[in-house]
């Protein structure tokens, strides 16, 4: 059966000075594609729900924004994400790195982009080659890809899969696409559990993540136990 799969991130991927952010974090969401138009009916309920309270329907529904938002705030991520895990086939997968633990100076210098595409690589080669995931169509948000002439994202990800597929004798269907996250529910889907597990290791708040915790399938923690 194929898998759809939802690429986010939360933090940021930069080791300059200037960063704000201590950890860098990629989640995926998997999910049977039989049941990928659950994630879009549970989520249109839930939208229409805060709309009707008052949100401005022309703006895009973030777990970030409705936080700050006090009349919406953590109750409403709490009912969005409490919905979301019903569903039977998804799972959540992530790869999280405390980059004040990375000491490589190659690796910290290099272009922009290439410790993203790094990491990405390592959760989705796991999911695939240790999971199962042999015939999956990966959609991420077109707005955070592809920000300079070095980073090809696509194609290092399709070098590094189907080059291992190579190795390892096996046949892999694989598929990836940029769409715009205002247009695709599992890409808002995705947000609120990045959200909900960078807000955990970033923040120390994990009344969001232990919501999930029964959906999760890979957790990859680099350099962030004390």
Do not use: P
Request: glycine letters at 6%.
């Amino acid at each position: 059966m194929m898998k759809r799969l939802f690429l986010d991130e939360s933090g940021e991927c930069s080791f300059a000075q200037s960063s704000n952010c201590k950890h860098f974090l990629i989640t995926i969401l998997s999910v049977d594609s039989s049941e990928n138009e659950i994630i879009k009916d549970c989520l249109k309920r839930k939208f229409a729900g805060l709309i009707r309270k008052g949100w401005d329907k022309t703006k895009e529904l973030k777990a970030y924004d409705l936080y700050r938002n006090k009349k919406y705030g953590a109750e409403s991520i709490k009912e969005v994400i409490q919905s979301l895990v019903r569903i039977k086939s998804l799972e959540i997968s992530y790869l999280i790195v405390n980059k004040d633990k990375i000491t490589n100076e190659s690796f910290k210098n290099a272009e922009y982009g290439i410790a993203y595409n790094y990491f990405t690589g390592v959760i989705l080669s796991e999911l695939v080659f240790e999971d199962g995931f042999h015939n999956l169509y990966l959609i991420h948000d077109i707005r955070n890809k592809e920000t300079h002439s070095k980073k090809y994202f696509k194609e290092h990800l399709e070098t590094k899969i189907l080059g291992k597929a190579l190795e390892k004798g096996v046949s892999i269907e694989i598929q990836i696409e940029g769409l715009a996250s205002d247009k695709c529910y599992g890409l808002s889907a995705v947000d609120f559990f990045s959200w909900a597990i960078f807000r955990k290791f970033e923040h120390s708040d994990d009344r969001f993540y232990n919501l999930l915790v029964g959906k999760l399938k890979r957790r990859r923690e680099w350099y962030v136990k004390k």
